[in-house]
């Protein structure tokens, strides 16, 4: 029997994902728990309450979402930018060192969160993603609405490759940047081949920058966000637990680059939150249980002390010539 698991930061008091969630993305999940959680037995253990009614609440805070959006004509902006995730994305794109006149390549850019915010830090971006697969359907479309709702197409464009090999000419580009994405790369080796792809399109005094989240709390919220995280990791595939600084810097130096640079930013917001969808049709009973168990837990911690990204580190180093 198909089984499947939800596991989303979500609940009745419109939990701390709904500012995440937004104008596109309640309709797409209310659409997608009518399918998928159908034939769940174990969501009333889990969540505490019958899964027809989970569904509901889900459908209604959608609703009443969309109504109020219409109501007080609240745009994609207004929600991005009083967003964690929009406000994140923003002061990063102010804080990293872009220019005004930098050509911009935005490796693993997803829905164009962070694409947005450098476009007004940058001459022209460009925005690579390998999706749509791996559970990223629509997100393309996600992106070119953003782009489309903040009027910058003239600025952004989107480019759909592998960023093992992507499709631009070598020197390029001014910055070449990949944020929150490192995570979502499959394995080191592939993280290793874009690294050195990155350095590849950087022109002669260009510089490449990466972001990307480290496993140490700071606060309970952060100590949250990583039992969730290290549950998404766990239980569902994509991403793979965050690196340590040495790691980090490990593969950055395996591939040959140098004189690297490196900042901690915290901004203690909830920039990354860890939403996923857990298929537990390859479990036994006894991972299920462990599975139940952590995101118990994991959720718990999360209406206690709330949730936040942990501190990102900033890695940059310069182009270095092959
Ligand atoms: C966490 S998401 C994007 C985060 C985004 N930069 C932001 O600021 O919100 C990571 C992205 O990396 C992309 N990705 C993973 N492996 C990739 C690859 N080999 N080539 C291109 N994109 C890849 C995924 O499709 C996904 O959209």
């Not at 253990?45 to 805070?61: D, H, T």
Request: net charge negative; charged share 25%.
């Amino acid at each position: 029997m198909y089984k499947s698991l939800l596991i989303i930061q979500c609940d009745d008091e419109m939990g701390i994902n709904l500012q995440l969630l937004g104008l596109q993305a309640i309709p797409r999940l209310a659409k997608r728990f009518a399918v998928e959680l159908d034939d769940f037995s174990g969501f009333l253990a889990l969540y505490g309450k019958p899964q027809e009614e989970f569904r509901r609440v889900y459908e209604k805070c959608g609703r009443i979402l969309k109504q109020l959006f219409r109501e007080f004509d609240v745009s994609w902006w207004d929600v991005y930018s009083g967003s964690d995730i929009g406000m994140e994305r923003t002061a990063l794109a102010r804080d990293i060192g872009l220019e005004m006149d930098d050509m911009v390549l935005d490796v693993g850019c997803g829905r164009g969160y962070f694409t947005v915010a450098a476009a007004g830090c940058s001459r022209r971006i460009i925005g690579l993603d390998g999706m749509n697969g791996m559970s990223r359907h629509g997100w393309w479309k996600n992106f070119k609405e953003s782009v489309s709702e903040v009027e910058l197409t003239h600025r952004i464009q989107g480019l759909k490759a592998d960023a093992q090999f992507i499709p631009l000419k070598s020197y390029s580009i001014d910055k070449a940047v990949a944020i929150h994405c490192i995570r979502n790369f499959r394995n080191k080796q592939v993280i290793r081949n874009v690294l050195s792809e990155m350095n590849r399109v950087l022109s002669k005094d260009g510089e490449m920058i990466i972001v990307e989240s480290i496993p140490i709390a700071r606060n309970k919220a952060q100590e949250a966000h990583l039992a969730m995280y290290r549950c998404k990791c766990n239980y569902s595939s994509g991403d793979i637990y965050y690196f340590s600084q040495e790691e980090l810097l490990e593969m950055f130096s395996d591939t040959g680059l140098k004189e690297i640079n490196v900042e901690v930013f915290d901004y203690d917001l909830s920039a990354t939150p860890p939403i996923f969808y857990l298929d537990t049709s390859r479990l036994n009973k006894e991972q299920m249980e462990k599975a139940q168990e952590e995101y118990i837990a994991a959720v718990d911690m999360i209406r206690k002390y709330g949730e936040t990204s942990p501190s990102a580190l900033v890695i940059k180093a310069a182009k270095h010539p092959r």
